[in-house]
């Protein structure tokens, strides 16, 4: 066996491994120790799901893609002008802006929800959907704001002045010159944000105020409930999306993956 | 850790006016400043003891005090840093060299690349409940051994979650920063790594000299980077500890958030003073590891 090929097999074993009893409890309906499998296999936990409390759980991934859709959204709206301002000039002050805009980063998103809170309840965004996108969006900002400065640090804009020479409106320019160049790192940029915004917990709860029950929240609860197999498939539904994102931005990043990070 | 980087050729030093440059920024910097300033900001103003709904109050330390004087906060501080410094240190030893290992087998642009990318999007909550039913008393792994007969029962099973020395939250740390790390490694060595170690070996370089004078300066900086993050993730994060951590002691996100969501709302301020706490802590250990590195580059060049 090749080098390569084995430490493919280990990461792939390591990887994986920690999912198999997630699968073996999600399709279980009996399985006491010290049985190396369940006793008795069904499917009880996902037509639990599916039927019993199909609304709950759809409501709750609806809730969750909402929320990651339109935080991502919005961060790539504001991160992309200020990704390009830190990326292609030097101006005074540059340092200092860019500590301030990177600095949410290393502050833990628990903090600032506590201190949000009681201004949020006085403005009426608690418990609101906009609230919880707002602070999702003080700490996914950040990310984007970094992956596309590094962007932009590689990007040279003399492509778009052609482009105006040669007769391109605005539009066109962004659309068929600018876009182009930066997709890779705009795929990168709205993973990052996507994810983060996607597994957050307690910024959602306090924000939240338990009236937003993304799948997060319902997991958190399902799991005090104690009901394991219904806990590991509703897991399995929350970790799929992700994957499915990851899969389709490699596809469109050409296996680059994450090596456009600087 | 936020080093600016080199502007485009084609544009460094041109500057363009104020106006495009605040309409570029502006609006970024407004979310920045209102919702996360504003957040600290006010967070700050609560746990010195302001209450908007009571006319204010007078403001004093007597929150942080309270923090500072009780007697589980040093347990609780300490706990917090082991689990985020252990699982840092652990994953920054594994990427090292495994990154080394992904550019020499020019594995970075296979399968094992997208295997690897796989815990990046899988979140904290789901990794904790994966490592709760493999590692615990009745989990998978206990169920292995006693149906192959080497431990009798669960109670005979090493005790791995919700236990002393965290060892289930620090394995899931580890699962979910080593690609992390590992990535921002990978981005370097895939540039430039390759020619460099080449040249130094052309120069008669061996193995151990190629890789402390030649690899690992080249990647110092990426390095403390992604464990800057890392350690300051751990340090400040409730859902690990929270689903496998013990009752006591418990680490300052998890003591803050149960203060906060007390019943009564006294304790409020006292959480948000914790949750400053978390956050100072962090901010002193970038500062700190920022002036170290200034001092070892100081004496590198005196050499």
């Known amino acids: 066996m090749s080098g390569r090929r084995f430490l493919g097999l280990a990461i792939l074993l390591l990887v994986l491994l920690p999912f198999v009893p997630l699968l073996l409890w999600s399709v279980s309906e009996q399985w006491f120790y010290p049985g190396l499998l369940p006793q008795k296999f069904g499917l009880r936990s996902w037509s639990y799901i599916f039927s019993t409390a199909s609304s709950q759980i759809a409501g709750g991934l609806v809730q969750s893609i909402g929320l990651s859709g339109v935080t991502t959204c919005l961060s790539l709206l504001i991160g992309i002008p200020a990704g390009r301002a830190l990326g292609l000039y030097s101006f005074a002050g540059k340092r200092l802006i860019a500590l301030l805009l990177l600095l949410p980063v290393i502050v833990p998103p628990l903090c600032v929800s506590m201190g949000l809170h009681l201004w949020f309840i006085r403005l009426g965004l608690a418990e609101t959907f906009f609230g919880v996108v707002l602070v999702h969006l003080s700490f996914c900002l950040p990310y984007t704001i970094f992956v596309l400065w590094g962007v932009f640090a590689d990007y040279n804009p003399e492509f778009e002045e052609q482009a105006r020479c040669l007769g391109a409106g605005r539009l066109q320019t962004l659309v068929r010159v600018t876009l182009p160049f930066i997709f890779p790192g705009l795929c990168l940029a709205a993973l990052f944000s996507f994810l983060l915004s996607w597994s957050q917990y307690l910024s959602t709860l306090i924000i939240g105020g338990g009236k937003l029950l993304t799948l997060p929240i319902l997991l958190f609860s399902l799991m005090d409930s104690g009901d394991r197999p219904v806990a590991a498939a509703v897991s399995l539904l929350f970790v799929l999306p992700a994957l499915l994102v990851l899969l389709a931005n490699g596809r469109l990043l050409g296996r680059q993956g994450l090596s456009g990070v600087r | 850790m936020f080093q600016p980087l080199p502007e485009s050729p084609a544009q460094a030093g041109t500057a363009p006016g104020r106006l495009r440059l605040l309409m570029l920024l502006g609006p970024a ?65 594994c990427s090292l060299p495994l990154a080394l290992l992904l550019t020499r087998l020019a594995a970075t642009s296979s399968w094992i690349n997208v295997i690897l990318q796989i815990p990046l999007t899988v979140p904290h909550l789901v990794i904790g409940i994966c490592i709760s039913l493999l590692l615990s008393p009745a989990g998978l792994v206990s169920r292995l051994l006693s149906w192959s007969g080497l431990i009798a029962g669960p109670a005979a099973f090493p005790l791995l979650v919700n236990d002393t020395w965290s060892v289930g939250i620090l394995l899931s740390y580890i699962w979910k920063e080593i690609p992390f790390i590992t990535f921002m490694l990978v ?54 500890p929270f689903l496998l951590g013990k009752t006591f002691p418990m680490v300052l996100p998890v003591w803050a958030y149960r203060n906060y969501s007390d019943v009564d709302l ?38």
């Open chain 2, 29 to 93: 910097l407004a979310i920045i400043l209102l919702f996360f300033g504003g957040g600290i900001f006010l967070g700050i103003l609560q746990a010195l003891g302001y209450r908007p709904g009571a006319g204010g109050g007078s403001l004093s330390l007597s929150h942080f005090a309270a923090v500072f004087t009780d007697p589980d906060f040093s347990t609780s501080l300490l706990m917090t840093l082991y689990i985020a410094t252990v699982s840092t240190l652990a994953a920054a030893l």
């Open chain 2, 187 to 240: 981005a370097i060595l895939k540039n430039s790594g390759q020619e460099l170690e080449e040249a130094a070996q052309t120069l008669g370089a061996s193995p151990w000299q190629r890789f402390r004078h030649v690899t690992l300066p080249l990647l110092a900086p990426n390095l403390r980077g992604a464990c800057l993050i890392v350690f300051a993730f751990s340090f400040g994060a409730f859902e690990l």
């Open chain 2, 266 to 303: 006294m304790a409020r301020p006292e959480g948000i003073a914790i949750g400053l706490i978390i956050a100072a802590v962090v901010i002193c250990a970038i500062l700190l590891s920022q002036g170290l590195t200034r001092m070892t580059s100081r004496q590198g060049t005196a050499r």
